[in-house]
C-alpha cells in the first residue's frame, strides 16, 4: 500500500505560479510511473504531466512550456510546478504513481483556482 500527501493549492490570480507536492510513503524508485491528472467540473479527468522511472517527462500539450514536473528522490517528492497559470488550468488536481508497472494509486487531491 503507497499513501500519498498532496499540498500546495489554492487561488491565484492568472499569470501567477503554483507548485503543487505530492509526498509518498515508500521511495519514488519503486515507482514506474509518477504524474500529476486534474479534473474540472463536468470534465473527464486529464493527464497533465508524468514522470518514468528513467526520469523522462512528459506534458499535455495545453501546459506544455509552462509547468515542470520533477522529483526529489530524498524526500520521496514529485512537484509540479505550474507558471503563467490560465483560468482554465481551474480544477482539482491529483496524483498517482503507478506500482508494479499495473497497481495505481491516487492522492486526495488539491483544488487549484485561477481567476482572471
Known amino acids: 500500500q503507497v499513501q500519498l500527501v498532496e499540498s500546495g493549492g489554492g487561488l491565484v490570480q492568472a499569470g501567477g505560479s503554483l507548485r503543487l507536492s505530492c509526498a509518498a510513503s515508500r521511495s519514488i524508485f519503486s515507482f514506474s510511473f509518477m504524474g500529476w491528472f486534474r479534473q474540472a467540473p463536468g470534465k473527464r479527468r486529464e493527464l497533465v504531466a508524468g514522470?518514468?522511472?528513467?526520469?523522462?517527462?512528459n506534458y499535455a500539450d495545453s501546459v506544455q512550456g509552462r509547468f515542470t514536473i520533477s522529483r526529489d528522490s530524498a524526500k520521496n517528492t514529485v512537484y509540479l510546478q505550474m507558471n503563467s497559470l490560465k483560468p482554465e488550468d481551474t480544477a482539482v488536481y491529483y496524483c498517482k504513481v503507478t506500482s508494479d508497472w499495473v497497481i495505481d494509486y491516487w492522492g486526495q487531491g488539491t483544488q487549484v483556482t485561477v481567476s482572471s
Open positions: 514522470i518514468n522511472n528513467r526520469g523522462s517527462p
